[in-house]
């Protein structure tokens, strides 16, 4: 006996419905691509992840249903991986450091150059824009952190006991309308300020180096502020800080201030950089 239209139908639904769970997790460092492995797990999906390092790897294992480590730089590779796992969905997150795909610019495949030939330029925004339309030019919809991770994003107010105090408002509110203006040019999204000065502004060597550089010139506490872009690409790079960012802010004397935007960054290991926020006398706030 043949097999209705209907009850083919309900099998290819359901076999739609299926393959809609299985998720692509792209996992650069640190440790959100665990946290996000680990959420897309409680909601039901079957990860895929492709890990960008062997500490990547390590830290999706124990959420992932299948791990395969990748080199970037291998596109065709990498997108075959996705379409043999049958993923239709895909997810980017954790840090890839540009400058390490610069340093191993000569292991791209034929498909990456090819691609990456097609862009106008190699800044972040641009990179992204044109992975996303790779991606969904091949049937799998990129999706947003902030689907798996909205509990990591603070709403307006101050985290830490510590209030800023009016100068270090004054540096906030200083150092906001830079940090957005730099973000609009795709420079970077962290200035560091102290006095209303500018001490350092990121650009490729990420948001960690630059306030280290800055708290070595100023000697002292500084006030960090760290912002999205205005057309800040949700399924990429969302502005995030976590232990290494106050670890950053080390000064000979306790003090200083992160601020990040609110709704729009995410905290990771929020009560431990409360707590040593805290004990150092730093203030952090969401603005």
């Known amino acids: 006996m043949g097999i209705s239209s209907t009850a083919r139908q309900a099998q ?145 107010g101050v985290l830490t006991r510590r209030q800023p105090t009016a100068s270090e408002y004054a540096d906030i509110e200083y150092g906001l309308k830079i940090a957005r203006e730099i973000a609009r040019l795709d420079i970077g999204q962290t200035v560091v300020v102290r006095d209303q000065m500018i001490l350092s502004i990121e650009a490729i060597e990420g948001t960690d180096e630059a306030i280290r550089r800055a708290v070595s010139l100023a000697r002292a506490p500084v006030v960090v502020v760290k912002v999205a872009k205005p057309n800040q690409d949700q399924r990429f790079d969302i502005p995030t800080v976590g232990m290494n960012t106050l670890n950053s802010m080390h000064a000979p004397k306790p003090g200083g201030v992160l601020a990040i935007e609110a709704r729009e960054t995410m905290v990771v290991d929020c009560d431990e950089m409360v707590s040593f926020a805290d004990g150092h006398g730093i203030s952090m706030l969401a603005v």
């Open 12 to 156: 290819i639904t359901s076999s739609t419905l299926n393959s809609n769970r299985t998720l692509g997790l792209v996992a650069g460092e640190g440790k959100l691509p665990g946290i996000l492995a680990k959420s897309a797990r409680s909601k039901g999906y079957k990860v895929v992840a492709l890990a960008l390092s062997e500490d990547a790897q390590a830290r999706v294992l124990p959420h992932a249903d299948t791990v395969h480590l990748i080199a970037p730089g291998q596109l065709g590779r990498n997108l075959k991986l996705l379409q043999n796992e049958e993923v239709r969905q895909v997810v980017f997150v954790g840090k890839v450091p540009k400058l390490n795909l610069l340093k191993n610019i000569h292991k791209l495949d034929w498909m990456a150059i090819k691609e990456l030939s097609k862009l106008p330029d190699f800044s972040d925004d641009t990179i992204q824009f044109g992975m996303g339309d790779i991606m969904e030019g091949h049937g799998i919809k990129v999706l947003t952190q902030s689907e798996f991770l909205r509990h990591l994003f603070p709403d307006f």
